[in-house]
């Protein structure tokens, strides 16, 4: 028999992906705010009743960084309250709980990354300080839980899936329109291929329960990124003409370290080739 995936959050990038790879491994519930409003725990019970899930993906959230800064209640209610919802309903129905967090806990940290599980996170946003707090409340209420910290994912648009703005997505769209790009010389992040990430997510489910970091190594900035896209796209010629290089005040880096999750036997290409192999796989050339 199938093992029960409630998922929430089923509408978002990751959610709609996970979907399409899984639906005939598992039995999928997938849950947006339009059948599932986390926030309300009596429907939040009522559901884990009627579906017995297995596991849960809890992948909600109010993810956009000036939403969650100018609408601190409404992200609070959502982000930590509505997670701590999922967390008591499995303890009470005894389903095991993946929780998507964040590199943004790491947003405030002033020492360079890569991040370890054992740093200690400094958020600086809203939402990053969300993530961290229910982080630490669902460590209180559930033992049987993985809590997962992406790094920022990209993938471009696909039939039946949502996008989410990224940094190979964002770099096309602004060549069709022939708008310049301007990006950072001094910030640093993991760039993770969704597909990469998806294809092995269901292995988390053997691993010990624990906090982990999850995607690719990257030591290239946000412009030496998106130079290296325009270079794939065969825009090398233009590169001075579309893209222009600023340094922020303060160097910003939130990559995370994954050797923790690399020792379960779940690796990532490191992002350069990651981006290679997307543009490859979608046939992109300009």
């Known amino acids: 028999m199938k093992k029960k995936v409630l998922l929430t959050g089923a509408n978002g990038f990751f959610g709609t992906r996970f979907i399409k790879a899984y639906q005939h491994q598992f ?55 509505g997670a701590v919802n999922v967390a008591e309903a499995c303890r009470q129905y005894g389903s095991k709980l993946v929780f998507i967090s964040t590199e943004q806990v790491f947003n405030g940290n002033k020492e360079p990354g890569p991040y370890s599980e054992t740093d200690i996170p400094v958020p600086d946003t809203v939402y990053g300080q969300n993530k961290l707090e229910a982080e630490g409340k669902l460590r209180t209420i559930l033992d049987e839980l993985w809590i997962i910290r992406f790094t920022w994912l990209f ?60 995607g690719a190594k990257n030591d290239l900035s946000r412009y030496d990124i998106t130079r290296h896209i325009l270079v794939e796209l065969g825009q090398e010629a ?23 999750l690399a020792m379960q036997g779940i690796t990532f290409t490191d992002s350069p080739e990651a981006i290679s192999h997307c543009l490859s796989e979608f046939g992109f050339k300009i």
């Open 27 to 81: 039995d999928i519930y997938a849950t947006d705010v339009e059948q599932l409003d986390i926030t309300d725990k009596e429907q939040v019970m009522a559901t884990f009743a009627e579906v017995q899930p297995d596991y849960v993906i809890h992948a909600a959230a109010i993810a956009v960084t000036d939403f969650c800064n100018k609408h601190p209640d409404i992200a609070r209610k959502v982000n930590i309250d």
């Open 155 to 214: 993938g471009l648009p696909e039939r039946q899936t949502s996008i989410n703005p990224n940094v190979v997505w964002n770099t096309l769209q602004n060549l069709v329109s022939g708008t310049a790009l301007v990006e950072r010389t001094n910030e640093f992040r993991g760039l993770t291929y969704v597909h990469e990430l998806i294809d092995q997510f269901d292995r988390i489910f053997d691993i010990p329960y624990d906090t982990y970091h999850v």
């Open 238 to 260: 233009r590169i001075e003409q579309l893209l222009e290089g600023v340094a922020a005040p303060a160097t910003r880096d939130v990559r995370l370290d994954t050797s923790k």
